[in-house]
C-alpha cells in the first residue's frame, strides 16, 4: 500500500516547483523593471493594472477578435494541408520524393523571410498573415504524418491488402489510429506556434490584431500596455494548451494506454 501512496507525490511536487518557478520569472520582473525604468520595461503591478483598463477599451474586441480569427484559419489550414500531403506522402514514395525538397524549403528559411515575401505579394492585412502561417505550420504537420505513417507495423498493410481494404477504409481503420499520438502533439506545437508566428506577422506588417496593438505601445512608449497584450497573448497559449489541446490529446490518445486488468 505504501508505494502506491508515494504515486502521486512526484506530482505535487512538480506543481510545487512549477509555483515556485513562476515566483522566481515574477521576481526577476520585477528587479529588470526596476534596472531598467518605466520606460522600457513595466512592473509586474503596473501591467496587471493596466489589464483591466485594456479589456474594457473600444479597440481590444477588435485587435483581439482579427488576431483570434487569423489564428484559426492560418493553423488550421495549414495542419490541413499539411496533413492531406503527408498521408499521400506517406502512401506513395514518389509522392514523398517530389515534396521533399518543399518540405525542406519552407523549414529551412527564417519566418521574417517568409512574413517580407508575403507583404510584397500580399500587402498589409489578414491574407499576408494568414498565408504566412498557412505556410510555416503546413511542414510540421507534414513531418510529423510522413513519419507515423511509415511507423506503421507492414504486417497490419499487408493484412489490410489480403482483405482488400481500399485507400479510404485503410485511412480510417489503420492510418488514423495510429496517427493519433503524433498528431495531437504536432497539433499542439502548431497551434502554440501559430500564435507566435501570427503576432510577430502582425507586427511587422497588419493595420489590426495583437501584434499591431504591441508596436503601437511600443512606437507610444506606453509600457504598461505593451505588458498587458503580452500577458494576455501568454493566457491565450495557455488556455489553448492547458484546457483544450492536453485534454483531446490524452482523450485520443485513451485506446494506446494499456490495462490494469
Not at 32 to 40: C, R
Request: glycine share 8%; net charge positive.
Amino acid at each position: 500500500m505504501k508505494p502506491m501512496a508515494n504515486l502521486k507525490r512526484p506530482g505535487r511536487t512538480s506543481r510545487l516547483w512549477s509555483l515556485l518557478g513562476v515566483l522566481l520569472l515574477l521576481a526577476g520582473w520585477q528587479v529588470s523593471a526596476s534596472y531598467m525604468g518605466p520606460l522600457l520595461m513595466a512592473t509586474p503591478l503596473e501591467t496587471f493594472k493596466a489589464i483591466p483598463r485594456l479589456l474594457s477599451s473600444d479597440s481590444f474586441l477588435l485587435h483581439a477578435g482579427d488576431s483570434l480569427l487569423r489564428i484559426a484559419v492560418g493553423v488550421s489550414t495549414g495542419c490541413a494541408i499539411g496533413f492531406a500531403l503527408g498521408v499521400l506522402a506517406g502512401h506513395n514514395t514518389r509522392v514523398r520524393g517530389l515534396l521533399e525538397p518543399m518540405r525542406w524549403l519552407l523549414m529551412a528559411i527564417p519566418p521574417v523571410v517568409v512574413v517580407v515575401l508575403a507583404m510584397l505579394w500580399f500587402g498589409l492585412g489578414s491574407p499576408m498573415v494568414i498565408f504566412m502561417t498557412v505556410l510555416m505550420m503546413a511542414p510540421g504537420m507534414y513531418v510529423n504524418t510522413v513519419k507515423g505513417m511509415l511507423q506503421v507495423d507492414r504486417n497490419l498493410i499487408e493484412m489490410t491488402h489480403v482483405y482488400r481494404y481500399g485507400f479510404w477504409r485503410r485511412l480510417r481503420h489503420l492510418y488514423l489510429p495510429a496517427l493519433t499520438a503524433p498528431l495531437t502533439a504536432a497539433l499542439l506545437i502548431a497551434t502554440c506556434g501559430g500564435v507566435r508566428l501570427v503576432v510577430m506577422a502582425e507586427v511587422l506588417g497588419a493595420e489590426s490584431g495583437a501584434g499591431y496593438a504591441l508596436a503601437n505601445a511600443r512606437s507610444t512608449f506606453d509600457s504598461a500596455e505593451l505588458y498587458a497584450w503580452i500577458v494576455l497573448i501568454l493566457l491565450l497559449v495557455a488556455v489553448l494548451e492547458f484546457a483544450l489541446l492536453q485534454p483531446l490529446q490524452r482523450r485520443l490518445g485513451q485506446w494506446q494506454e494499456p490495462s490494469n486488468a
